[in-house]
């Protein structure tokens, strides 16, 4: 692992545990086993860290999630492939979901768009998928599914402590169900 990807590791645990104000860039550097001003190395301060590791998730994101679909065969395999994908991102990542949920306000204006405008771009290839499978259903529904499920999937932080061998399989049945709903309740 990179320095610059410790020091996102460590500041989104930190962040997630104590909000982003709570976390000096200090208490950054300790958990990433560097000195504070080391951190100065990689990023111009403490927002510009945060505004990265949203901006590089979301990338991250959607750069699998475009591979994910690249990858299969048809468009049912597809969706499965992106649910598998997402419960894997929530069951191993939960601090970036409590940090993007909580301190995304903390970017400027052209920060936020961007990470906003990834997100956008990672719902896209879903909806993509969906569309394929079920031409008939209008996008506006296909998007709020696909939000509302990505949510479900993302609640994981907040889910008591349940075993990943338990909660994955739960997960997947779960997001592929509401997405099969919302589809077919159309």
Not at 32 to 38: M, T, W
Not at 62 to 70: F, H, M, R, S
Not at 159 to 170: E, F, I, M
Not at 171 to 180: G, I, N, R, V, Y
């Given at each position: 692992?990179?320095?610059p ?21 200090d ?34 994101l ?9 990858d ?49 771009q ?21 998007v ?43």
């Open positions: 692992m990179s320095r990807e410790q020091i996102q590791r460590a500041a989104a645990r930190l962040f997630a545990q104590r909000g982003y104000g709570g976390a000096s860039v208490d950054i550097g300790a958990a990433a086993g560097v000195s504070g001003p080391a951190i100065y190395w990689h990023y111009k301060g403490k927002q510009a860290l945060l505004a990265a590791m949203l901006t590089d998730i979301s990338e991250r959607l750069n699998d999630g475009t591979a994910c679909v690249a299969t065969p048809d468009a049912e395999a597809a969706v499965r492939a992106l649910v598998h994908m997402q419960v894997a991102f929530a069951l191993s990542q939960p601090d970036l979901i409590v940090v993007h949920a909580r301190e995304l306000h903390h970017l400027d204006a052209a920060q936020a768009h961007r990470v906003r405008l990834l997100q956008r990672y719902i896209d290839v879903w909806v993509g998928a969906l569309q394929r499978r079920s031409p008939r259903v209008g996008r506006a529904r296909l709020a599914a696909v939000q509302a499920t990505i949510g479900l999937i993302n609640s994981t932080p907040h889910v008591a402590a349940t075993p990943r061998r338990t909660l994955a399989p739960l997960l997947h049945q779960m997001a592929l169900a509401a997405l099969d709903a919302a589809v077919l309740a159309h």
